[in-house]
């Protein structure tokens, strides 16, 4: 298979990236560090796989479809993984402009390229990563909270209007997996996991077409029944929640 997965030098995009070069694919890859993105790369050619490396800003709409219609000239791109993402860190009006411009436009850049792409051939595969956050409202991170429910919600409703068209829709909403964004967190992070292990949990539910790759069970299902409660009793749970504090 020929996948392209953004902000694939770190975390799930890394794990993905590699879990990918052992079964073989072809791999075109994206992100933000160069160093960190060809010392990926370099793992997952010694899986004697084709492995593209090329650090793109997600959110330059001009660099993403010059980016991915190369890769589908090289060779025509079956999945997408639009994975970049950044937390907000500390809520200054700075972190959270950038979270937004980051996590919502990024995803429009990339999902918007390949639909243009998958259309033309009536096939392809776009997996959106949001996260158990999304389905907040979460005081602890504000505008990451927004972000992810913005993807979440777009991506969802996008594979009921694409699924005619034989182009498969997935939303990726993992639970705390380790990454940059994890590293840098000082709240507790409850039923915490390492990214290899999610990153054989998506692709064995991306090949089976799941619409909602939401895991683990158990912090789905607390984010999805605190989003069920009346407002006021959300908001009072909200506020026994510790405080994240930011190191950045």
Known sequence: MNTLITGASSGIGEALALACAKRGD?????????????AVAKKCRAFDVPTYATVVDVTSEEEVRGWMQACDDLAPIERVFSNAGIGTGSETAENVRKTFKTNVNGNLNVVLTAIELFR??????????????????????????????????????????????????SVICPGFVRSRITDQNT???????????AANIILKRADKNVGLIA??????????????????????INSLLPKKVSTR
């Not at 709240?187 to 915490?192: A, E, I, N, R, T």
């Open 26 to 38: 072809t791999l075109f890859l994206c992100g933000r560090n160069e160093e960190r993105l060809e």
């Open 187 to 197: 709240c507790p992070m409850p039923f915490f996991m390492e990214a290899d292990k």
């Open 120 to 169: 033309k051939r009536g096939a392809g595969q776009i997996l959106l990563t949001a996260s158990i956050a999304g389905y907040g409202p979460l005081k602890s991170c504000p505008a990451y909270s927004a972000t992810k429910s913005c993807v979440k919600t777009w991506g969802l409703s996008l594979r009921g209007m694409l699924a005619p068209e034989g182009i498969k829709v």
């Open 215 to 236: 895991f683990p069970w158990q912090m789905r299902f607390a984010t999805w029944w605190l989003s069920t409660l009346p407002f006021r009793l959300n908001e009072f």
